[in-house]
């Protein structure tokens, strides 16, 4: 059985004040791989081409085949984005930077 330090609360750009409660190891490896890809500044790239360039850096232990990297790219991203560490440009498709 996992204890509750296996968890970490992570936020929701569009649902303020909203808090989740997912897998650490698995959020933490994508938001370090999300990060090491994302340029700075404008104009930033599309998140289909954000998962392409960081699906080869995921512990293939964790997203076997890159399975269910989708949801946890999401996840991180609107993490990411209530914190103030990543930021959207809203063009479509839509675009990911760190400001």
Avoid: C, H
């Avoid at 190891?25 to 999300?34: S, V």
């Avoid at 289909?48 to 995921?58: E, F, G, I, S, T």
């Avoid at 989708?70 to 930021?87: N, S």
């Amino acid at each position: 059985m996992k204890s509750g330090d296996d968890k970490i609360e992570i936020e929701n750009f569009t649902s303020p004040g909203k808090v989740y409660r997912v897998d650490r190891t698995k959020f933490e490896a994508m938001r370090e791989a999300l990060l090491a890809v994302l340029p700075s500044g404008k104009p930033g790239i599309a998140v289909a081409q954000a998962k392409a360039l960081l699906l080869p850096m995921l512990p293939q232990d964790l997203f076997p085949g890159g399975e269910k990297a989708g949801w946890w790219l999401k996840a991180a991203q609107l993490d990411l984005e209530a914190k103030g560490v990543v930021q959207r440009e809203t063009t479509k498709p839509l675009r990911l930077f760190k400001p």
